[in-house]
C-alpha cells in the first residue's frame, strides 16, 4: 500500500478515536465576556448597594398554576414570578420517570419577577392576579394580568399571554404615575439558577447573552457583565435547557449577567423609565423557559436555537438533526430515521464508492507491475515514486481512491456524534429491543460487536493491492473499531453498523454485476 494512504487511515482512525475524547476535554471554547459593551459598573454597584426597602403594605401571595399541553406552571403574585415549571414531555431519566421540572435548572424559584428601583432602592411589588387557574389546549391562548402599586403611587400591570403550543410566552408591562410628581424608575425583570460553569460532560451552564453578531457564554469566575443597548436576548442555561428574557428587536435596554459564585447565576433585564404626571409607559418582551428543541426554537425566528451549541461541525450537525427530525416526524422512531439518513448518504455517495472500488480493483491488477517498479528502484526512494505516479496517471488511479469513502464519512460521523451529545431530541430516544437510549452506550454491546463483525466481511470483499504483511495488519482494524465503538452512542454505532451493511451489499452488486449491465 502506498505510504500515502497508509497517513491517510491512520489519520481517519485518530480523528474518529480521539474527536469524542478531545472535545470532552476541551470543549467548546467558551467566548467570554471580559468587559461589558458599554460597561455600567456605577450603576450596577449602585444597585447592588442599595438597601432592600421593605414593600409598602404585604399582600398575602397568591399562586396561580397554568395547565398546557406542555407545561404545569406555578406563578406567584410577588413579581409575577415562576415557582414551578415542569416539562410535561421530559422526565429525568429512563428508571426515574419524575418529570423534568425547568425551574430547578435554569429559572430557580422567583425567576421572571419584575421589581422596581426607585432613587437606587429596590422595591418588590406585590401583585393581585386576575385568576388562581387557567388551563389551555394546544390551540388555545390565556391571559394573566398581574395588578400592584408601587410604595411611591406607581400603577404596575404585567400581563402573561400563554400559548397552548409554545414554551415562549408574550409579557407586557404597564406602569402609570398617577402622581402630580415626575418620578424616574427602573423596571427589572430577573433570572436566577443554581448552576455556573460547566457540567460533567463539559458543556456550559449559566449565563448566556446573544448580541446582534455574537454568542457570549458567561464561565464561572468571569468579570460580571453589563450594557446597554440592542439585544436579541440573554439567559441561563444548560446542556437541554434554557430559560430567556426577549426584549424587542428596536428597544434600548440595559441588561447584566455574572456568575457570582460557584453554582450561581444570575442576569437581568432593565428599562429606565421616566414618567411625567399622568403618563403611561409601555414595555413589551418574550419570556421563554423550556427544552432545547432545535426544530421549535428555530420556528419562533428569536435565534434562540443558537443556544445549542453543535461543535466545530455545526454546518453538517444542525441540518443533519433537520433531517432526523422530519424523518422521526412519519416514522415515529429516532433509530429508524438515522437508518433512514444512512441510507440517503449511501445513495448519494454511490458514484464514489463505485470509483473507489473500481480504482482499488485496478490497483490489485497492477500489482505485479508496482512489484517490479519497486524491486527496480528500490535503492532510489525519489525515482521509484514519481514512476509510480507516473504509472496511476498512466492508468487513471488515484491511489487514494479507496480510503475517500471512509474519509468523507468523518464529517457525518463527528456531526451525527454532536447530534446524539447535544440534541435533546435525541436524549432517551428508544430504538427497539434492548437499546432504549440512542444518546448512551449499547448497555449489552451487541451493535459494536454486531458493527465490528460487519467491517470484517466488507475488508474481506474489498480487494487489496497490498503486501501479505499489510493484510494481517489490515485484518486487525475491525477489532480497532470495536473496541473504539463500545462506549460511543449506541445512535452513532446504529449509523457505522447500517452503513457497513449497506455498503457490504453495494460491493456485492458492483462485484457480481457485468460492466456493461452497471454503465
Known sequence: MDKKVWIA?????????????????????????????????????????????????????????????????????????????????????????????????????????????????????????????LSIDESQEAELVYKGTSSTGLIIEKRYLFSGDAYLIDTGLKVTNPTGNTISVRAETVLFADVSGTDDTGYHQGPVIKTADKLIRQDEGDPAAAGTGRIKWLGLEDKYFLSALIPQADKQVSWTAEAPAPGQS?????????????????????????????????????????????????????????????????????????????????????????????SMREMQKMQPQLAALKEKHKNDKEKM????????????????????????????????????????????????????????????????????????VQQKMTPTAMDPAQQKIMMFLPIVFTFMFLTFPSGLVLYWLVNNVLTIGQQYYIYKTPVKARA
Request: glycine share 6%; charged share 20%; aromatic share 12%.
Open 9 to 133: 487511515l491512520i489519520l481517519s482512525m485518530a480523528v474518529l478515536f480521539f474527536y469524542p475524547y478531545f472535545i470532552q476535554q476541551f470543549y467548546p471554547a467558551q467566548e467570554t465576556q471580559k468587559t461589558a459593551e458599554e460597561a455600567a459598573p456605577a450603576e450596577r454597584q449602585a444597585r447592588e448597594a442599595a438597601p432592600a426597602v421593605p414593600a409598602p403594605p404585604p399582600v398575602k401571595e397568591v399562586r396561580t398554576v397554568v395547565e398546557t399541553p406542555l407545561f404545569s406552571s406555578v406563578l406567584s403574585s410577588n413579581g409575577g414570578s415562576i415557582m414551578s415549571f415542569e416539562l410535561k414531555r421530559y422526565s429525568e431519566g429512563l428508571e426515574d420517570e419524575r418529570i423534568v421540572n425547568a425551574s430547578e435548572k435554569v429559572g430557580k424559584r422567583e425567576s421572571f419577577a419584575t421589581r422596581i428601583e426607585i432613587n437606587g432602592t429596590m422595591e418588590n411589588i406585590s401583585f393581585s392576579p386576575s385568576a388562581e387557574a
Open 266 to 358: 444570575r442576569v437581568a433585564l432593565q428599562l429606565p423609565l421616566t414618567l411625567a404626571p399622568g403618563e403611561t409607559a409601555s414595555f413589551s418582551y418574550g419570556s421563554f423557559i423550556g427544552p432545547k428543541e432545535y426544530d421549535r426554537l428555530v420556528k419562533q425566528g428569536l435565534g434562540l436555537e443558537e443556544s445549542i451549541e453543535f461543535g466545530w461541525f455545526d454546518w453538517l450537525a444542525k441540518p443533519s438533526l433537520v433531517i432526523l427530525n422530519f424523518f422521526n416526524r412519519f416514522l415515529g422512531n429516532y433509530g429508524l430515521s438515522i437508518i433512514a439518513l444512512t441510507v440517503i448518504i449511501k445513495i448519494l455517495f454511490y458514484p464514489l464508492t463505485k470509483k473507489s472500488l473500481n
Open 385 to 456: 515514486n514519481k514512476e509510480l505516479m507516473e504509472l496511476y496517471k498512466r492508468n487513471k488511479i488515484n491511489p487514494l481512491g479507496g480510503c475517500l469513502p471512509m474519509m468523507l464519512q468523518i464529517p457525518v460521523f463527528i456531526a451525527l456524534y454532536e447530534v446524539l451529545y447535544v440534541a435533546i431530541e435525541l436524549r432517551h430516544a428508544p430504538f427497539f429491543l434492548w437499546i432504549q437510549d440512542l444518546s448512551a452506550k449499547d448497555p449489552y454491546y451487541i451493535t459494536p460487536i454486531l458493527m465490528g463483525a460487519t467491517m470484517f
